[in-house]
T-cell receptor, first 115, second 112 residues
Framework: SAVISQKPSRDICQRGTSLTIQCQVD?????MFWYRQQPGQSLTLIAT?????????ESGFVIDKFPISRPNLTFSTLTVSNMSPEDSSIYLC????????????FGPGTRLTVL | EDQVTQSPEALRLQEGESSSLNCSYT??????LFWYRQDPGKGPEFLFT???AGEEKEKERLKATLTKKESFLHITAPKPEDSATYLC?????????????FGEGTQLTVNP
């Protein structure tokens, strides 16, 4: 499976500001995903980011709030814009299995606290 | 809408005490069912993929099974290092891309 890193690993931000989270993979992958895990809850998909096309957002998530970039096959960013305390979560990127496209492998996550 | 329900929410076992975790699912057409392990402060770690009813997969003390409505994760003679949250997720043929729908997880604690 791919080795996935995320930066930053954690951050504390003030409301109204924005934070960009980076996801780096050690091999080229077609499909990358961004998830949110709110405190004590399970994972919810924010969007799918494929290189060369616009990200596809899930219901309840919009591009103005969570803009995503996917400049190449090993890197993606998620920006959390105009943050409020409700955005305090762990944000995780994942990549699809290069062979079967079924399994997803996750990065270590970014723990965000908004004051 | 795809739905995944895991039970119990939390489970405490003594070392060596075998048990099972349940994952009930509703999906229009199952493409795959996935089990992950998540340790505190870390991302989920992939364990198993199951594709069809009757399929079983094993890894060390863990065995995952699948029926048309649910999956079980059997833990045989658990050790304290098996303590983690176990997540179940489904992927449907009809959903766009490869979206995973996750359950809430079962938090397993194994006491020495």
């Amino acid at each position: 499976s791919a080795v996935i890193s995320q930066k930053p690993s954690r951050d504390i931000c003030q409301r109204g500001t924005s934070l960009t989270i980076q996801c780096q993979v050690d091999s080229q992958v077609t499909m990358m995903f961004w998830y949110r895990q709110q405190p004590g809850q399970s994972l919810t998909l924010i969007a799918t980011a494929n290189q060369g096309s616009e990200a596809t957002y899930e219901s309840g998530f919009v591009i103005d709030k969570f803009p995503i970039s996917r400049p190449n096959l090993t890197f993606s960013t998620l920006t959390v814009s105009n943050m409020s305390p409700e955005d305090s979560s762990i944000y995780l990127c994942s990549v699809g299995n290069r062979v079967s496209y079924n399994e997803q492998f996750f990065g270590p996550g970014t723990r965000l606290t908004v004051l | 809408e795809d739905q995944v329900t895991q039970s119990p929410e939390a489970l405490r076992l003594q070392e060596g005490e075998s048990s099972s975790l349940n994952c009930s699912y509703t999906v229009s057409g199952l493409r795959g069912l996935f089990w992950y392990r998540q340790d505190p402060g870390k991302g989920p770690e992939f364990l198993f993929t199951l594709y069809s009813a009757g399929e079983e997969k094993e890894k060390e003390r863990l065995k995952a099974t699948l029926t048309k409505k649910e999956s079980f994760l059997h833990i045989t003679a658990p050790k304290p290092e098996d303590s983690a949250t176990y997540l179940c997720a489904v992927q449907a043929w009809e959903t766009s891309g490869s979206r995973l729908t996750f359950g809430e997880g079962t938090q397993l604690t194994v006491n020495p």
